[in-house]
């Protein structure tokens, strides 16, 4: 129950507490059951590409009228990326927080994630580590409490893409 209640380290309060990271270290190992699912999964490649493209491009045109919320993702120019997720961020001038945004969606049963970085010296695994920062670190605090993932996973049907795209029209509504 303290998932978005959490003060640890440098982070903000609130901060999702499946995203910090006390430890630094590395998970590099793949078990042998991940790896048969992997090796199964090469023939169905390229059809999960063209989902997760097409699941992107849902969200983009979606969510394309709400800029003035949100800052959306834009592939590098002669680039063809095969999305992870789609990457949006909350506007500092937008009438509402990340945590408001996040407590909408997952209230309408749409998962989020945070993205795995934003300003990593404030992560308690790094406040001992020696290191040197240049300049403010702005940006990195930006993304660290204003950038999110929504899901472009292969298995999220047009209705579903339609559903999250909906939910966050009803959002930007309830907050005007």
Do not use: C
């Not at 129950?1 to 309060?13: I, Q, S, V």
């Not at 507490?17 to 169905?44: C, F, P, R, S, W």
């Amino acid at each position: 129950g303290k998932r978005f209640d959490w003060k640890m380290g440098n982070l903000p309060h609130g901060y999702d507490h499946k995203y910090i990271y006390d430890h630094v270290g590395y998970n590099l190992k793949m078990t042998d059951m991940q790896a048969a699912v992997g090796v199964a999964q090469i023939a169905k490649l390229g059809q999960f590409t063209e989902t997760r493209k097409r699941n992107w491009r849902i969200l983009k045109d979606g969510l394309s009228n709400l800029t003035g919320y949100f800052i959306l993702p834009e592939p590098t120019a002669k680039s063809d990326p095969s999305w992870f997720g789609f990457p949006i961020s909350i506007r500092s001038e937008a009438p509402f927080h990340r945590k408001q945004f996040i407590h909408f969606l997952e209230n309408k049963k749409i998962s989020t994630r945070l993205l795995f970085g934003g300003n990593i010296t404030r992560q308690p695994a790094y406040l001992e580590v020696p290191s040197r920062v240049v300049g403010d670190l702005a940006i990195s605090d930006f993304v660290m409490t204003n950038t999110l993932w929504l899901g472009v996973y292969p298995q999220l049907t047009k209705p579903m893409m339609d559903y999250i795209v909906e939910s966050i029209h009803e959002f930007v509504k309830t907050v005007e």
